[in-house]
């Protein structure tokens, strides 16, 4: 049997099932759905949640527009996995912004920050630092809101990440290095 050849971000011709559960994520699951190494997840972030995302945001946004960059809580498709992501923040170029109207990919980006809740703390600190980091993201920021800490990890291997600065007490400014040289100030998270 032929399939049509995959476009990337079209999954309405679905052949296989990684890119039927990622069809499914996409058109049945909502907009603020992920799919977690094969498990769908809904997302609905707390107030306390959004709150640490906006500190987080509003300390880049001068650089952000220094650099022609975004950020923004877009999908982030993982090819060859059972994993489609909807990081808390993601810096992207915004020219690349711009033109893609489906998901990008997580060596796309220039900076992943996720924010952990109760719920989904593990996943944050285990799961999608290893993929964030197999999937060539440079720099992934974790905001552990349960542990009152941030690490930020770089060096991205196909094992998950080689360096990782932290964990660094909230109150604790954490350097983010080039192409930000920014450091960001963790006492209202």
């Known amino acids: 049997m032929r399939t049509a050849p ?3 971000g079209d999954y309405s011709s679905v052949s296989d099932p990684e890119r039927a559960l ?3 994520v996409q058109h049945v699951a909502g907009d603020r759905a992920e799919i977690v190494e094969g498990v769908i997840t809904p997302r609905s972030p707390s107030w306390a949640h959004e709150s640490a995302a906006e500190v987080v945001r509003r300390q880049l946004g ?3 527009e220094q650099l022609d960059l975004v950020s923004g809580s877009g999908d982030l498709d993982l090819p060859g996995s ?3 992501y ?4 993601a810096v992207v170029p915004a020219d690349l912004a711009a033109k893609t109207e489906g998901a990008l990919l997580p060596d796309q ?3 992943i920050v996720e924010i ?3 719920s989904h703390a593990d996943t944050d600190r285990v799961v999608k630092r290893r993929r964030y980091g ?3 993201a440079p720099l992934y920021l974790l905001v552990d809101r349960q542990n009152r800490a941030c690490t930020l990890y770089s060096e991205p291997t196909r094992l998950g990440y080689a360096a990782e600065s932290g964990p660094h007490p909230f109150g604790v400014p954490v350097h983010l290095p080039a192409p930000f040289d920014l450091d960001l100030d963790t006492t209202r998270l």
């Open 134 to 136: 197999q999937y060539g």
């Open 86 to 89: 909807v990081p808390d923040l």
């Open 6 to 8: 995959h476009v990337p």
């Open 62 to 64: 001068p650089r952000l």
């Open 22 to 24: 990622k069809y499914a």
């Open 116 to 118: 952990s809740s109760p």
């Open 109 to 111: 980006t220039l900076l």
């Open 82 to 84: 059972e994993n489609w």
